[in-house]
């Protein structure tokens, strides 16, 4: 949605709106649909797990009314789309005074981002809340640092807009010094967005929140008692992994992560965070290490003297060779022919 906000932004501010009409009206709707996913993100990382109550339909106002404008102009003869295009194209610092069937433009775009205001006001003691939890986890502060940015840089850009707008409304703002600083702040939440996943891909696990159960003892008569904390169960998951170890279900050529995690009978974010804390690996990269004693424990038992390197490839789970070669010699330093010819 950011990203097709700041699309439009530069073809309206850059003068390309005469190329690009229909790029006008409909992106209303996705806009005024953005507090939608900022809430369920946070919430779905504060909780993880997505859980709906009735209440949260206030969210879906904003969208709501959009869909009504937009579709209101849409259900006109087209003139009326053309005449408010047009005036668009005429006077650009005037569109935001385009009148549809319930609000203007100005009113919309106020609408929008004080609703993504009182959202983010909403998540704030719940996000200080989540920061405390399992800050000596090294992965759990990457999470919070860049929860703690996108909620300041989202925060940053709903007050600079609700500025921009208000003083568009007054007759106040006159430079447009304010909307650079909008727009920059905007290009700003695109680049952390974009990037700091890339850099710090943990941040997309999440940091999984489980329930442990309460022994017996310590339960009311007919009472269901779950304790609920930060964490993973790194016994249940340490478990489940050794079984599958003892299958050698790693040597399948099909085992994924999602794989794993289907068999495991749990989220696919909750094995990659484990393994990413207990042994700073990928999933990738644990189960290649598991393929790969398997392979020199066959290539030990005299298994090149009778079969080629695309057979043991294979018996390893690996689609091919040069991808059996390659993984091998990473971690060996050398090449499966080369690691039988030293005796090891």
Known sequence: MLSVYALQTYIVDGGYLNRFGWFFLWPLIPYNAICIPIYYYFQIVFKDRLHWHWTQIVLFVPLILALIDVGYVYLQPASVYTDILNGALADPNKRLKAGYLLLDLNQHVLMRHLWQLGVLLVLLPELLKFIKLGR?????????????????????????????????????????????????????????LGIVPIYFPSILYGYPKVGKRVPASNKGPGKQVSELKYGLDQGQITTKLELLNRKKRYLDQNFDLTKCAQE??????????????????????????????????????????????????????????TSFSQAFKNTTQVSPSQYAQNGN
């Open 264 to 321: 495991m009978e749990m989220p696919a974010h909750h094995i990659s965070y484990f393994l990413k804390s207990r042994y700073g690996l990928s999933f990738s990269s644990y189960r290649n290490g598991l393929r790969m004693e398997h392979a020199k424990g066959l290539i030990g038992e005299g298994y090149l003297k009778h079969n080629t390197i695309e057979a043991l490839a294979a018996e390893c789970g690996f689609a091919s060779r």
């Open 136 to 192: 000596e986890d090294r992965l759990k502060g990457i999470l919070n640092k860049w929860l703690s940015v996108l909620w300041t840089i989202l925060f940053a850009m709903a007050n600079l807009i609700l500025l921009y707008v208000a003083g568009k409304m007054t007759g106040y703002e006159k430079d447009g010094q304010l909307w650079g600083m909008v727009t920059l702040t905007l290009y700003l939440a695109l680049f952390f």
